[in-house]
Structures are given as C-alpha cells and as structure tokens.
C-alpha cells in the first residue's frame, strides 16, 4: 500500500535518486538536469521546514518510489507544481496519480487558491497523468532549449 511522507523522513540525495531514476530511461535527461536535480535535491535539505510542508515522497513497503514538489508563493492566484517523478520501475501502476492526487488534495487546502499549474513536456508521459487528474492545456511552447528532444513545452492549469 502506497503512503505519503516527508523529505525529512529521508537521508540527503533521496530527490535527486529519484530524478535520476525516473528519467533513466533517456541519458540525455541527466546530461541536462543533473545540475538542477542536485540543486533541487540540497534545497530541499537545507529547507527541512519548506520541503515538509510543499512536498510529499510516496512510500511503497516504507521505500521512496516517487515525490511531488509545489511553490506556494503566487498565492491566491495559483500554487505551481515543480518536480513531480516516480522511479522507471513503478511508472504505469497507478502510483504517479495516486501521488499528484494527494499533492493536489494537500494544495486545494489553501484558502482562496484559484488554480493550480504546471509545465511539462509532450514526449512524456507526465501529460497523460496531469490531464486525467483534471488539468487542461492552456498553452503550449516550442521547446528550442537543449532539451529540445523532451518535446514542446505544455501548460497545464486546474481552476478550482
């Protein structure tokens, strides 16, 4: 059964073996985000009190298979998801809507929010996820960065 902790429930380079993991599947990803996953990852840990109350790790049998980040300081007008990944080995079970669920449920929680957003790449499968959660593409982008083979950039928002 899939459970939802904190970061601080974990050792330091938990969000980064993570990210290294869930975009496995194509080496170019870490040529690209490396910097910017180890970045995220020492946020986070020198934030113990921000990464608790904007994140959640999803746990199977107590073993981080996944997380999901949000920033909250545009609010009221939209709270945006950040990194959001689950490990290669547990992609199409179920678990990446489980844990965008709980992190849309934990962000609904805000008083007056008027809608969540975030952006992510068509050549992943992160825009099936975020449609049937219930977001809706709103713009889309070409993509003419280094990460140009991850696809366009797409736009997602949830009005609520």
């Known amino acids: 059964m899939i459970e939802f902790r904190k970061f601080s429930d974990f050792p330091r380079g938990t969000m980064y073996d993570i990210l290294q ?3 496995s599947f194509d ?3 870490k040529q690209v985000w490396d910097r910017n996953w180890k970045e995220s990852d020492d946020f986070f840990y ?8 904007y994140s ?3 746990c199977l049998d107590g073993k981080p ?3 999901v980040t949000w920033d909250p300081r545009n609010r009221p007008e939209y709270v945006e998801i950040g990194h959001n990944g689950i490990r290669e080995q547990y992609k199409g079970r179920g678990y990446g809507r ?10 609904r929680t805000y008083e ?3 809608r969540i957003i975030v952006c992510t790449n068509s050549s992943l499968i992160a825009p ?8 809706v593409l709103y713009d889309r982008k070409p993509n003419e960065t280094e990460s140009a083979f991850t696809g366009d950039y797409l736009y997602y928002e949830m009005i609520l």
Do not use: C, T
């Open 128 to 135: 099936k996820n975020y449609e049937s959660a219930g977001f």
């Open 46 to 53: 020198d934030n113990p009190g921000i990464a608790d109350k």
């Open 56 to 58: 959640l790790v999803s």
């Open 98 to 107: 489980l844990q965008l669920e709980e992190a849309i449920r934990r962000i």
């Open 65 to 67: 298979i996944g997380f």
């Open 21 to 23: 993991d869930a975009y």
């Open 27 to 29: 080496a170019r990803n």
């Open 112 to 114: 007056g929010l008027k």
